[in-house]
Protein backbone atom coordinates (compact mmCIF):
# COMPACT_ATOMS: atom_id res chain seq x y z
CA UNK A 1 0.00 0.00 0.00
CA UNK A 2 1.61 3.20 -1.19
CA UNK A 3 1.34 6.32 1.28
CA UNK A 4 2.60 9.60 1.12
CA UNK A 5 4.25 11.53 4.10
CA UNK A 6 4.63 15.47 4.41
CA UNK A 7 6.88 17.16 7.04
CA UNK A 8 8.37 20.78 7.19
CA UNK A 9 5.66 23.25 7.73
CA UNK A 10 5.62 25.49 10.13
CA UNK A 11 4.79 29.23 11.04
CA UNK A 12 7.76 31.74 9.52
CA UNK A 13 8.29 35.72 9.03
CA UNK A 14 8.00 37.07 5.35
CA UNK A 15 11.11 36.81 3.78
CA UNK A 16 12.09 33.58 5.51
CA UNK A 17 12.32 30.12 3.79
CA UNK A 18 11.00 26.66 4.56
CA UNK A 19 11.62 23.27 3.27
CA UNK A 20 8.95 20.89 2.66
CA UNK A 21 10.24 16.70 1.99
CA UNK A 22 7.50 15.00 0.74
CA UNK A 23 8.57 10.92 1.44
CA UNK A 24 6.90 7.89 -0.41
CA UNK A 25 6.76 4.34 1.11
CA UNK A 26 5.35 1.07 -1.14
CA UNK A 27 6.16 2.67 -4.61
CA UNK A 28 9.09 4.21 -6.48
CA UNK A 29 8.86 8.55 -7.00
CA UNK A 30 11.30 7.40 -9.94
CA UNK A 31 8.08 6.39 -12.28
CA UNK A 32 5.66 8.91 -10.94
CA UNK A 33 4.73 12.56 -11.72
CA UNK A 34 4.80 14.14 -8.19
CA UNK A 35 3.41 17.01 -7.22
CA UNK A 36 2.98 19.86 -4.65
CA UNK A 37 -0.23 21.78 -4.44
CA UNK A 38 -2.12 24.05 -1.81
CA UNK A 39 -4.99 25.46 -0.35
CA UNK A 40 -5.54 28.53 1.28
CA UNK A 41 -8.83 29.09 3.55
CA UNK A 42 -11.50 30.08 1.30
CA UNK A 43 -9.62 29.34 -2.02
CA UNK A 44 -9.49 26.72 -4.35
CA UNK A 45 -6.74 24.49 -4.78
CA UNK A 46 -3.97 26.10 -6.58
CA UNK A 47 -1.06 23.97 -8.31
CA UNK A 48 2.43 25.20 -7.01
CA UNK A 49 4.60 22.76 -8.81
CA UNK A 50 5.66 19.95 -10.02
CA UNK A 51 8.62 17.34 -10.77
CA UNK A 52 8.95 13.89 -13.12
CA UNK A 53 10.13 11.48 -11.45
CA UNK A 54 12.24 9.79 -14.47
CA UNK A 55 13.80 12.96 -15.96
CA UNK A 56 13.42 15.77 -13.00
CA UNK A 57 11.85 18.06 -15.49
CA UNK A 58 9.87 20.90 -13.51
CA UNK A 59 7.20 23.56 -13.75
CA UNK A 60 5.93 25.85 -11.41
CA UNK A 61 3.09 28.60 -10.61
CA UNK A 62 3.63 31.99 -12.05
CA UNK A 63 3.33 33.54 -8.45
CA UNK A 64 6.44 31.19 -6.96
CA UNK A 65 8.34 31.18 -9.94
CA UNK A 66 12.30 32.03 -8.60
CA UNK A 67 11.16 31.52 -5.12
CA UNK A 68 10.46 28.22 -4.83
CA UNK A 69 12.77 24.85 -5.78
CA UNK A 70 11.25 21.55 -6.50
CA UNK A 71 13.65 18.74 -6.56
CA UNK A 72 14.04 14.87 -5.99
CA UNK A 73 16.21 12.59 -4.37
CA UNK A 74 15.67 9.34 -6.07
CA UNK A 75 17.91 7.74 -3.64
CA UNK A 76 15.50 8.71 -0.45
CA UNK A 77 12.27 8.54 -2.16
CA UNK A 78 11.24 12.24 -1.33
CA UNK A 79 10.54 15.33 -3.58
CA UNK A 80 11.59 18.67 -1.29
CA UNK A 81 10.25 22.43 -1.91
CA UNK A 82 12.33 24.77 -1.21
CA UNK A 83 10.76 27.89 0.00
CA UNK A 84 12.06 31.43 -0.09
CA UNK A 85 10.54 34.85 0.25
CA UNK A 86 8.09 33.56 1.38
CA UNK A 87 4.88 36.16 1.68
CA UNK A 88 1.72 36.06 3.55
CA UNK A 89 -0.02 34.57 0.50
CA UNK A 90 1.78 32.10 0.16
CA UNK A 91 0.01 30.92 3.75
CA UNK A 92 -2.19 27.33 2.85
CA UNK A 93 -2.20 24.25 3.86
CA UNK A 94 0.65 21.89 1.40
CA UNK A 95 0.10 18.97 -0.09
CA UNK A 96 2.05 16.56 -2.39
CA UNK A 97 0.44 14.17 -4.82
CA UNK A 98 1.90 11.44 -6.60
CA UNK A 99 0.35 9.92 -10.06
CA UNK A 100 2.31 6.70 -12.50
CA UNK A 101 4.05 8.53 -15.30
CA UNK A 102 2.18 8.76 -18.35
CA UNK A 103 1.93 10.24 -21.96
CA UNK A 104 1.07 13.54 -20.78
CA UNK A 105 3.05 17.03 -20.45
CA UNK A 106 4.06 17.15 -16.94
CA UNK A 107 2.05 21.07 -17.26
CA UNK A 108 -0.78 18.56 -17.73
CA UNK A 109 -1.05 16.92 -14.46
CA UNK A 110 0.40 19.79 -12.23
CA UNK A 111 -3.27 21.42 -12.10
CA UNK A 112 -5.92 22.60 -9.63
CA UNK A 113 -7.73 19.48 -11.37
CA UNK A 114 -4.83 16.92 -10.66
CA UNK A 115 -5.86 13.84 -10.06
CA UNK A 116 -3.49 11.29 -8.33
CA UNK A 117 -3.06 7.87 -7.34
CA UNK A 118 -1.62 9.05 -4.21
CA UNK A 119 -1.82 12.55 -1.75
CA UNK A 120 -0.09 13.01 1.35
CA UNK A 121 -2.48 14.24 4.66
CA UNK A 122 -0.81 17.69 4.39
CA UNK A 123 1.52 19.91 5.93
CA UNK A 124 0.29 23.94 7.16
CA UNK A 125 2.73 27.07 5.98
CA UNK A 126 2.27 30.11 7.90
CA UNK A 127 3.39 33.55 6.93
CA UNK A 128 3.24 36.02 9.21
CA UNK A 129 4.67 39.03 10.68
Known amino acids: QGQLVESGGGSVQPGGSLRLSCQASGFSLEYYDIGWFRQAPGKEREAVSC????????VYTDSVKGRYTISRDNAKNTVYLQMNSLKPDDTAVYYC??????????????????????WGQGTQVTVSS
Open 51 to 58: IRGSDGST
Open 97 to 118: AADPLAQRPLNVYCSAYVVADF
